[in-house]
């Protein structure tokens, strides 16, 4: 149970199948095409719906805008790919309440895990990488139930509902568990996950909130 | 002797300690054939000159808490290191957590210790009088 290497993947259409590519993904189940993720130069971004599948990164890119009442479940998911220098569309994230293909769909984000570990690896929200706090406004402003990241583990199945609710990440107060006891061998872990901007929210200018999974080895 | 454990085993057989390499660099090998004899004591050596020691416990649990990020360095970090005692004849576990420059002492329920979840890799104690403690 030495330290596993693990890598971060998605899939980049519209076809709900698993990464049977593991650490290099590529074509996977049911024509699904997965992509790993560069950690230190990609960027995973909640955009307005004028963004298009395959922009240049050195365009325009449209954020989200808050909605006049009520909640916006950010209409489209994309990676902000370095080295291809796009944003790659993630079309099976969030839920129907986006505009792209979201809903109950498993096969989505995937962290591959080339070994065993001691524990059950959780996915966080913090502030930035050095995990010392979960404040940003983005993150609930110190209340996580109202961060705006929500995620859903589809390690073993899909969320159940087309309109999932997820659970509100920020910090280690509010994560998921990626899945149900800790690994005794290789395995792909998925996850599926929106921004829900409320009519109430601050306008951002800026954020360095990271996406962080914690595991235990030995 | 800084961030090495230094495990004592039961028995006569040789040998009966073993120590590790320095577990912020090396792999610590918990799962490792040697950890497999039942264990009489740990002993975890701080940089501060002091030692974590650990004794008749039931079972024995080690292992490194790590984190990765997107938009991080792309490296896997060390967070911290715990060591773990299942007290004798109770679902109790006994757990220290060296990291984030202190080391902090916890109790948890047995199958519930780390993010409320069980945990794997726990090695066989000589239960007896449960010690854990902190000394120069």
């Keep these: 149970m030495s330290l596993p290497n693990t890598y971060w993947l998605y899939n980049n259409t519209e076809n709900d199948g698993a990464n049977t590519g593991n650490a290099s993904g590529g074509a996977g189940d049911a024509s699904s095409y997965w992509v790993v993720i560069d950690l230190t130069n990609d960027t995973i971004l909640f955009l307005d719906d004028q963004q298009t599948d395959g922009d240049p990164n050195s365009g325009t890119k449209y954020p ?30 969030g839920t129907t309440n986006g505009e792209q293909s979201g809903g109950d769909t498993r096969y989505v984000f995937a962290i591959y895990f080339d070994g065993a570990t001691a524990g ?24 996580p139930a109202n961060s705006t990241l929500l995620a859903i583990t589809t390690t073993n199945g899909s969320p159940g509902s087309a309109t999932w609710a997820g659970t509100p990440l920020s910090g280690t107060d509010s994560s998921i568990e990626l899945d149900t006891a800790a690994l005794s061998a290789a395995k792909n872990l998925y996850f599926n996950i929106k921004q829900v901007i409320p009519s109430t929210f601050t306008p951002q200018s800026n954020s360095d909130i990271v996406l962080t999974l914690r595991f235990l080895y030995s | 002797m800084s961030w090495r454990i230094r495990v004592t085993f039961m028995g006569k057989l040789s040998p009966k300690t073993y120590i590790t390499p320095d577990i912020r660099h090396k792999n610590p090998g918990w799962a490792d054939e040697i950890f497999n004899r039942t264990i009489e004591s740990i002993e975890f050596f ?26 991080g360095t792309g490296c896997v970090k060390i967070k911290a290191f715990w060591f773990c005692g299942k007290l004798p ?41 449960p010690v854990a403690m902190i000394r120069k």
Excluded: C
């Design chain 1, 120 to 143: 059950i690896p959780t996915l966080e929200a913090w502030d930035d990488n050095t995990h010392d706090t979960a404040d940003d406004d983005f993150l609930g402003g110190g209340t």
């Design chain 2, 46 to 71: 701080l940089p501060t000159g002091h030692k974590l020691v650990m004794s008749g416990m039931e079972q024995y649990n080690f292992f490194v808490e790590a984190s990765q990020s997107i938009k």
């Design chain 2, 89 to 129: 004849g109770k679902d109790i576990v006994e757990m220290w957590r060296v990291g984030d420059g202190k080391v902090i002492r916890d109790r948890k329920p047995w199958g519930h210790e780390w993010g409320g979840g069980p945990t794997r890799g726990w090695k066989a104690g000589s239960s007896g009088k």
């Design chain 1, 64 to 93: 989200v805008i808050i909605p006049d009442s009520g909640d916006l479940e950010a209409p489209k998911t994309f990676v902000d790919d370095d080295s291809a220098s796009i944003f790659d569309q993630v079309p099976l994230a």
